[in-house]
């Protein structure tokens, strides 16, 4: 999606201490994790799902700065109205959730897979609600730790995996997932990790990365399509609507609301309109297809010369078609990235004394 680099202090090794890496890898070693990282995909789908972790790491430690340059602190999407800016459409899309999960002081939230914590940052300052977010990569963390600086008495952080979330039965009061379940190797038996830490009572809200009723498994297209979001966005696969549903049940929960949110989008204003570099912005011009080129010839020239890793402008071209891919779903209608469930734990609310 975003094609420049995060603008931040160099974090070269010794070997090449003028070379700018990218997440948490050594300069010298950002081409060997590309190289890995395409490897995964082009094996079987079981075997995706057997190396997820390294799978979904190897794609933040690689995109993370390219998505804040780009994208800012959120990484997700949203249904926009008319006139509507991208990055407001993202907090309304957020206060959603805290509406619907009625968040408030006091309450103790579990943020699934919390990316770089723009959407905690922002739902705590608004409900005054405590957050820990988990996340499998050390570099997010890390930045998620620095852009909640200003609030830290209402966020912290599990460097952990959502599959098996270390912490307690009953812990949590209710528990929210942006767009970061489609990572998961298998849906129900991560809804039944989020269940647990749940509360008697508690729900549990998010949106999902879903192919829709008009996706065709027998159509090459449309199989096409998927292969290359899959692969521009480190997914072992693409669940479709019911099967996200039919999990959520699986895991016990009661599940009250589902919907996609996607049709919602004014029909001007489409999800995936920032992806077109349609929005004019600084940040959205390398979107376009000049920018896109300008940003391909300015990468190579740079790895020639040692002042980003070499990697870094396969990296912006596996975003890109990624980028492509999405708004081809889009477009076609086979894919939604914000499909919302809202679901409950049965049981009566525990209220502490």
């Given at each position: 999606?975003?094609?420049?680099?995060?603008?931040?202090?160099?974090?070269?090794?010794?070997?090449?201490?003028?070379?700018?890496?990218?997440?948490?890898?050594?300069?010298?070693?950002?081409?060997?994790?590309?190289?890995?990282?395409?490897?995964?995909?082009?094996?079987?789908?079981?075997?995706?799902?057997?190396?997820?972790?390294?799978?979904?790491?190897?794609?933040?430690?690689?995109?993370?700065?390219?998505?804040?340059?780009?994208?800012?602190?959120?990484?997700?999407?949203?249904?926009?109205?008319?006139?509507?800016?991208?990055?407001?459409?993202?907090?309304?899309?957020?206060?959603?959730?805290?509406?619907?999960?009625?968040?408030?002081?006091?309450?103790?939230?579990?943020?699934?897979?919390?990316?770089?914590?723009g959407p905690m940052y922002n739902l705590a300052r608004h409900s005054g609600a405590g957050f820990v977010g988990i996340n499998n990569n050390a570099y997010q963390i890390e930045r998620a730790r620095l852009h909640t600086r200003d609030i830290q008495s209402l966020c912290s952080f599990i460097h952990g995996d959502y599959m098996r979330i270390p912490?307690?039965?009953?812990?949590?009061?209710?528990?929210?997932?942006?767009?970061?379940?489609?990572?998961?190797?298998?849906?129900?038996?991560?809804?039944?990790?989020?269940?647990?830490?749940?509360?008697?009572?508690?729900?549990?809200?998010?949106?999902?990365?879903?192919?829709?009723?008009?996706?065709?498994?027998?159509?090459?297209?449309?199989?096409?399509?998927?292969?290359?979001?899959?692969?521009?966005?480190?997914?072992?696969?693409?669940?479709?609507?019911?099967?996200?549903?039919?999990?959520?049940?699986?895991?016990?929960?009661?599940?009250?609301?589902?919907?996609?949110?996607?049709?919602?989008?004014?029909?001007?204003?489409?999800?995936?309109?920032?992806?077109?570099?349609?929005?004019?912005?600084?940040?959205?011009?390398?979107?376009?297809?000049?920018?896109?080129?300008?940003?391909?010839?300015?990468?190579?020239?740079?790895?020639?010369?040692?002042?980003?890793?070499?990697?870094?402008?396969?990296?912006?071209?596996?975003?890109?078609?990624?980028?492509?891919?999405?708004?081809?779903?889009?477009?076609?209608?086979?894919?939604?990235?914000?499909?919302?469930?809202?679901?409950?734990?049965?049981?009566?609310?525990?209220?502490?004394?």
């Amino acid at each position: 999606m975003q094609v420049t680099p995060n603008n931040r202090s160099p974090r070269g090794s010794a070997k090449e201490p003028e070379s700018r890496s990218l997440g948490d890898i050594a300069p010298d070693e950002v081409n060997t994790v590309v190289t890995q990282y395409k490897g995964l995909h082009v094996t079987g789908l079981q075997r995706r799902k057997e190396r997820y972790v390294t799978l979904v790491n190897h794609y933040y430690d690689l995109v993370t700065d390219f998505y804040e340059f780009g994208w800012g602190r959120s990484f997700h999407f949203a249904p926009r109205r008319r006139g509507e800016s991208f990055q407001a459409s993202l907090l309304r899309h957020q206060m959603f959730l805290a509406e619907r999960l009625s968040l408030g002081p006091g309450m103790q939230v579990l943020d699934v897979g919390c990316g770089v914590g723009g959407p905690m940052y922002n739902l705590a300052r608004h409900s005054g609600a405590g957050f820990v977010g988990i996340n499998n990569n050390a570099y997010q963390i890390e930045r998620a730790r620095l852009h909640t600086r200003d609030i830290q008495s209402l966020c912290s952080f599990i460097h952990g995996d959502y599959m098996r979330i270390p912490e307690d039965d009953n812990r949590y009061d209710c528990a929210i997932a942006i767009e970061s379940m489609p990572h998961a190797p298998d849906k129900t038996a991560a809804f039944r990790e989020i269940f647990r830490v749940l509360r008697p009572g508690a729900c549990f809200a998010g949106y999902e990365w879903c192919l829709t009723e008009i996706h065709d498994p027998r159509n090459e297209e449309h199989l096409r399509i998927k292969k290359e979001i899959e692969t521009g966005n480190a997914l072992p696969d693409i669940a479709d609507t019911s099967e996200v549903c039919d999990a959520l049940r699986a895991a016990g929960f009661d599940l009250l609301e589902s919907r996609d949110l996607a049709t919602e989008s004014d029909p001007e204003t489409p999800w995936y309109r920032a992806l077109q570099g349609r929005d004019f912005s600084i940040s959205s011009i390398p979107r376009t297809p000049a920018g896109r080129f300008l940003t391909n010839l300015t990468l190579r020239a740079a790895e020639r010369v040692r002042l980003v890793p070499k990697g870094t402008a396969e990296v912006s071209r596996i975003l890109n078609r990624g980028a492509d891919s999405l708004v081809e779903g889009g477009v076609s209608g086979i894919f939604t990235p914000m499909f919302f469930f809202l679901a409950r734990k049965p049981g009566a609310r525990e209220i502490d004394e």
